[in-house]
């Protein structure tokens, strides 16, 4: 899956705030195609990590590169335009957008003509739109939101606003998903399918994915490797099976 999606290499990264350091010196490569989770305890630094990845946050010190794309230093959107998409710990949506045109947010980076040139030249503007629109209702096809379309983001449940996220992050066509926690607050039937959608993305859409999650049944099922993270540093780095049996994480997660 995905020869052509490029590792992701952070490398020796920092990142402090007045008087805290949140990242101190962390480095781990997502290789292409796989999920990649980055766990540990509140606090640890994983949100910190996703908001350098996507250019909220800037690195005190440290480099991230997208195959051979220097994200370091890059704005939110043009990180967004080289294909990595995120989706917030806390939902991000406006409540009275429509299913529909969240999603269709997640389609603006690959506009070309633009607003004001979709109202005036109608041929070229037109066939654009239409292909959002069916991109759209197959993203929503595939993350089951397709009975919701019309309905707004925000009279949704808990879960499905989760889902709308992940749809308008699919809808971008990333080549690299960043996934904050996408099952904190779902039932457990909403898990599940999340989890399979999350299989689903990797296997057929062969996009990697990095993952932050606390649920660890989750991190095992779904993970090849895994970072752990506690208090800003890097304690264990292997797959679900070694972190698992790694005493340092086991500490780490007893201490909480
Ligand atoms: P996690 O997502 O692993 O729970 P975070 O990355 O959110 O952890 O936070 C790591 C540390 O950095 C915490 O101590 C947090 O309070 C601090 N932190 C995160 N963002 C900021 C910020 N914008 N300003 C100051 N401190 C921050
Ligand atoms: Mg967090």
Redesign the pocket.
């Known amino acids: 899956a995905g020869a052509d999606v490029p590792a992701l290499r952070v490398n020796d990264l920092t990142v402090r ?2 008087g ?1 350091t ?1 990242l101190d010196a962390v480095s781990f490569t997502v290789e292409p195609g796989s999920v990649h989770a980055v766990i ?1 305890p ?8 996703f ?1 350098v990845l996507s250019g909220v ?1 800037r690195a005190t010190s440290g480099s991230v590169r997208f195959g051979d794309e220097e994200l370091t230093g890059l704005a939110p959107h043009a990180i967004a335009s080289l294909g990595v998409a995120r989706t917030f ?1 806390n939902i991000a949506l406006s409540p009275y957008t429509t299913v529909a045109d969240s999603l269709m947010l997640g389609r603006h980076r690959l506009t070309r003509t633009g607003y004001l040139a979709a109202g005036l030249r109608l041929p070229r503007a037109a066939r654009e739109a239409a292909r959002h629109r069916e991109r759209v209702r197959e993203i929503a096809e595939f993350t089951g939101l397709e009975p919701y379309l019309d309905q707004p983001a925000g009279s949704l449940p808990y879960g499905l606003q989760k889902l709308v996220e992940l749809g308008r992050a699919l809808c971008m066509e990333p080549r690299l998903l960043l996934l904050d926690e996408p099952v904190a607050g779902m039932t457990a039937d909403e898990r599940r399918r999340t989890a399979s959608l999350i299989a689903g993305v990797r296997e057929g859409l062969g996009i990697s994915i990095v993952l ?1 999650e606390h649920d660890m049944g989750m991190v095992m099922r779904l993970a090849d490797a895994v970072t752990v ?1 506690d208090f ?1 540093r890097r304690i264990a780095d292997g797959t679900p099976d070694e972190v698992q049996r790694d005493p340092a994480v086991v500490r780490a997660y007893l201490g909480q």
């Open positions: 705030f007045a805290l949140a540990g509140n606090g640890a630094g994983k949100s910190t990590t908001n946050y710990q932050v993270l800003g």
